[in-house]
């Protein structure tokens, strides 16, 4: 019997501050050269660094694809491996973005939670994947930075009920090129929408009985 097609959704970044050429996007994009596997159908989106257009546009990603799986890469300039965010913050976001706009309540959901886990493993996934032997390093963090990657994080597990992830990558060359990212991400993803089905044959399973 053919597996279902089963849509995923990815985000890059557009340009910010100091980051003309955001890395985010354009791991995004080899990982569209690459694809996932057969029986997923990949999205692609960037999102501009503002919080409105963010507000407006992840629900409507949502709608239109009813993805297994959404997830959102971001660049950290911090950063020197690619970073499995555990979980979104719901308030501390105080920095402007490309149209000088940040929430008047500093907050994305006003009176939701103040954080929220991805129902994801992140654990597990970044176990796995460093074991696949690639080249990149991959590590885990439950503090997205209280900018616009972890208010997209947070507005997106609130809209899905903990099914989404975020992955930070380095700007390219620091130390990765386009194309380790984009390998990183397919594996990623790939680790990822496995753990999820996992954890839901268990729940399948649990409602059986």
């Known amino acids: 019997m053919e597996k279902p097609r089963r849509a995923v959704v990815v985000t890059g970044f557009g340009p910010f501050g100091e980051h003309a050429v955001n890395a985010s996007w354009i791991a995004v994009q080899e990982l569209e050269k690459l694809g996932l596997r057969d029986d997923v159908d990949l999205h692609v989106y960037e999102v501009p660094v503002e919080y409105q257009t963010v507000q407006r546009l992840i629900p409507a990603l949502w709608k239109k694809h009813s993805p297994q799986l959404v997830v959102h890469v971001g660049v950290s300039g911090m950063a020197t491996t690619v970073t499995l965010e555990k979980c979104g913050h719901n308030v501390g ?101 496995d753990v999820l089905e996992h954890s839901e044959d268990k729940i399948n399973c649990q409602h059986e009985h």
């Open 93 to 193: 976001y105080k920095g402007l973005d490309n149209c000088r706009f940040c929430p008047g309540s500093q907050c994305c959901v006003e009176g939701g939670p103040e954080c929220i886990d991805s129902i994801i493993d992140m654990d597990t996934v970044c176990r796995r994947v460093s074991a696949l032997g690639l080249d990149v390093t991959v590590t885990i963090s439950k503090d997205a930075g209280r900018y616009l990657c972890d208010f997209t994080y947070y507005t997106s597990l609130y809209q899905s009920r903990g099914r989404s992830a975020f992955v930070h990558v380095p700007p390219l060359g620091k130390p990765y090129s386009a194309e380790q990212l984009g390998r990183a991400l397919q594996a990623i993803i790939e680790e990822m929408l």
